[in-house]
């Protein structure tokens, strides 16, 4: 029981640990700026009976420009935040209004008791020089009775439970980006655990979209944190917007196995390795 709640903490605590080779300048919490710090809290979910846990973050729009094929640690820490504040619908609120986000949307799953089929999820956009960035965000806490979906991994290799979740997420988001969307907006997505699975599952949905209304994938970045695993194992599409933070300690992230025709699409980074510290101090 200790080694599990030693790996925990070292997953939960990855953003403090990162940040803190960000850190510099002054602490600001002024949305209005181009690039400023603020807090946000997750739950602790080793003691869930403690207050939450309060992390510090950078929001810098440089992390957006470019293509999203480029694994950037910085992004990884401020990923991380958005995955891990969306414990229900206060967190995630108060993490969209610190990092300055707009026009959020929220599932009715959040108002909902949890089956073994639902999903929460937010949308938010905030701008991004003369575009918006538009945020996603898939519920990987307190999920109760979803746990069950978990287990669902179907016939062809294709996890049904995962799919189907990020069926739900799919069709909601394009609902949303009929509102917000323009060209050249960029479109972030982020989940942890099982939100990890969904929004991994969701990217892959985008990628195979050819009519998916962000036309260029490089403008789609999709960063998960301890996912299981959901595509099939013969997966050979283009997902190389797709970064799934994991640890290879971790018995969530070999679930389900490769063996049984599953991976994870996009690119793994195992940051429970002698890698951390270099990823930490590499940050960039």
């Known amino acids: 029981m200790k080694g599990i709640k030693k790996l925990v903490s070292a997953i939960l605590c990855a953003p403090l640990i990162f940040a803190a080779a960000c850190k510099g300048g002054n602490n600001k919490n002024d949305a209005s700026a181009e690039k400023f710090r603020f807090s946000a809290d997750f739950p602790d979910v080793i003691e869930p009976e403690r207050e939450d846990i309060t992390a510090e973050y950078e929001y810098d729009p440089s992390l957006f420009y470019g293509s999203s094929y480029e694994f950037r640690g910085k992004?990884?820490?401020?990923?991380?935040?958005?995955?891990?504040?969306?414990?229900?619908?206060?967190?995630?609120?108060?993490?969209?209004?610190?990092?300055?986000?707009?026009?959020?949307?929220?599932?009715?799953?959040?108002?909902?008791?949890?089956?073994?089929?639902?999903?929460?999820?937010?949308?938010?956009?905030?701008?991004?020089?003369?575009?918006?960035?538009?945020?996603?965000?898939?519920?990987?806490?307190?999920?109760?009775?979803e746990w069950a979906g978990n287990f669902n991994v179907g016939k062809d290799c294709r996890h049904d439970g995962f799919y189907a979740a990020a069926g739900k997420i799919y069709a909601a988001l394009g609902e949303y980006l009929k509102k917000?969307?323009?060209?050249?907006?960029?479109?972030?997505?982020?989940?942890?655990?099982?939100?990890?699975?969904?929004?991994?599952?969701?990217?892959?949905?985008?990628?195979?979209?050819?009519?998916?209304?962000?036309?260029?994938?490089?403008?789609?970045?999709?960063?998960?944190?301890?996912?299981?695993?959901?595509?099939?194992?013969?997966?050979?599409?283009?997902?190389?917007?797709?970064?799934?933070?994991?640890?290879?300690?971790?018995?969530?992230?070999?679930?389900?196995?490769?063996?049984?025709?599953?991976?994870?699409?996009g690119t793994d980074i195992d940051v429970f390795s002698e890698n951390y510290k270099a990823l930490a101090e590499n940050n960039g």
Do not use: Q
């Open 75 to 145: 992004l990884a820490v401020l990923s991380f935040g958005l995955a891990a504040a969306n414990d229900g619908k206060e967190n995630i609120s108060d993490f969209f209004a610190a990092a300055g986000f707009t026009d959020a949307e929220y599932a009715k799953a959040y108002d909902e008791t949890p089956t073994e089929n639902s999903v929460a999820y937010a949308f938010a956009k905030k701008k991004l020089g003369e575009n918006n960035l538009i945020a996603v965000s898939v519920r990987g806490f307190k999920y109760d009775a």
């Open 180 to 265: 917000h969307f323009s060209d050249g907006d960029k479109l972030w997505i982020t989940g942890y655990s099982r939100g990890g699975a969904c929004a991994g599952a969701l990217g892959t949905l985008i990628n195979d979209d050819v009519d998916f209304i962000v036309a260029d994938k490089k403008d789609v970045f999709v960063y998960t944190f301890e996912s299981p695993a959901g595509a099939p194992a013969d997966r050979n599409a283009d997902d190389r917007n797709i970064f799934n933070v994991t640890s290879s300690a971790d018995a969530v992230c070999l679930f389900p196995p490769e063996e049984y025709g599953f991976k994870r699409a």
